[in-house]
């Protein structure tokens, strides 16, 4: 090789080089442009010049490469980068993005039609969708019964601010299965339900219905004194439950530990009270066996005041109940009669939020009388539906109380489910 190939072959290497600097350069131009792709300079060897060509083994050599020298680079490919790029927050509605692979279809001025990644689109005077550069975006249009279709693409338009004729429903459809175990209908019936009814089934007014979280038992107050008694001797569990004024126990407590030792007892001092305040007077008690793990119900206690367990008192052989609410839950009530439909259900109460609690409800409404003439059943009862914290449109029955008059509704608990 001449010293003007050399000189040859590495300008070549100059020229790669100057091509790699433009499209980075490009790459930088475009930095805030939006959809663009970058580049990348893909770089191939030139062919080679033999100078002499190999030869195998021999029985006197043992073979030689040939010798070749190459003429220089060359690029072999520009090589657009079509990762997922960043998804930025526009402050124009009719601003898109593709998430994942795909293109825009847009229309050029002589029918052509174009792809890009440049999302950015603005409504014209006809309310069409057009780049920055008057290109119409293309997509499905609708008929006149507002069907999609699909069988061709046409400019997209965003008809704001435009009027159309109303035209009244003609045809509703319900759908939904019916179950095998179902009587057979032999007559026609009006079926009242929250948003259809004709107000002939009244339909309770849940206004007045309270709905609060249960207070969690504050354990860690509690004292405990060791002497003498009758227990056996070993490590004994307590855990504490408030109790309110019509008797329906809140969340309990965790555990609180004392050992003793043979014929002795554990004076409980401090017991836990609401900390609001609330109407819970009475604390129910559980407790182990001896380095036992199960919990049982042991007694009632005023709340913020001491037990003494000496032995005198036997467990119960109740177990505790630890079923407690985690989630957002929304209620509805009802008025109810055996063996009579049930009325309309009232309005949602909630949501309430609650975390390993419970939740009370009370002072629900009184079921009215009759008419004279008749028109709805005597209800005698209220259910109690909801929600779970994993479905929050379908409601289930969880509570109820039968025979109740105004005043009995006060204070009032749902059965507590866990979900």
Do not use: C
């Not at 590495?10 to 790669?16: C, E, F, I, N």
């Amino acid at each position: 090789m001449g010293l003007q190939s050399a000189l040859t072959t590495a300008l070549t290497g100059l020229s790669a080089a100057e091509t790699q600097i433009d499209v980075i350069g490009n790459n930088l131009a475009n930095a805030q442009t939006v959809g663009f792709k970058s580049s990348d300079a893909v770089f191939a060897t030139q062919f080679l010049q033999t100078l002499s060509l190999g030869a195998g083994p021999s029985a006197n050599n043992g073979g030689t490469n040939p010798r070749q020298i190459g003429l220089g680079v060359q690029v072999a490919e520009i090589a657009a980068n079509q990762n997922q790029g960043t998804i930025e927050i526009s402050s124009s509605s009719s601003d898109l993005a593709i998430q994942g692979d795909g293109f825009f279809q847009v229309q050029a001025a002589d029918g052509e039609k174009l792809y890009t990644r440049n999302g950015i689109f603005k409504l014209n005077s006809d309310a069409e969708l057009v780049n920055a550069t008057g290109q119409r975006l293309l997509g499905y249009g609708i008929d006149e019964q507002f069907r999609l279709q699909t069988d061709s693409l046409v400019p997209l338009s965003v008809p704001l601010g435009t009027k159309t004729v109303a035209k009244a429903t003609e045809n509703v459809s319900f759908e939904g299965t019916l179950t095998p175990e179902g009587d057979v209908a032999t007559a026609g019936q009006v079926i009242e339900s929250l948003h259809l009814g004709d107000s002939q089934v009244p339909r309770p007014d849940a206004s007045g219905v309270s709905i609060e979280s249960s207070p969690i038992a504050d354990h860690t107050s509690v004292t405990g004194t060791v002497g003498a008694g009758s227990l056996t001797a070993g490590t004994y569990q307590y855990k504490f439950a408030l109790v309110d004024a019509s008797g329906n126990e809140s969340a309990p407590s965790a555990a609180r530990a004392f050992t003793v030792g043979a014929n002795g007892n554990v004076d409980l001092g401090n017991l836990p009270q609401d900390p609001l305040g609330g109407d819970f007077p009475t604390v129910n008690i559980y407790r182990t066996g001896p380095n036992g793990t199960e919990f049982e119900y042991l007694a009632s206690a005023a709340a913020g005041g001491t037990f003494n367990d000496d032995g005198s008192t036997a467990l119960s052989g109740t177990p505790i109940n630890e079923d407690t609410l985690t989630g957002n839950y929304t209620y509805m009530v009802t008025y109810y009669s055996s063996g009579d439909p049930e009325s309309r259900p009232s309005s949602f109460l909630g949501p309430k939020s609650v975390v390993d609690g419970r939740i009370t409800l009370s002072d629900f409404p009184t079921p009215p009388t009759p008419p004279a003439g008749g028109g709805f059943p005597a209800y005698d009862s209220i259910r109690i539906y909801r929600n779970l914290a994993g479905d929050q449109n379908n409601f289930y029955l969880v509570g109820g109380a039968v025979g109740l008059v105004a005043s009995d509704f006060i204070g009032f608990q749902t059965v507590w489910l866990v979900d």
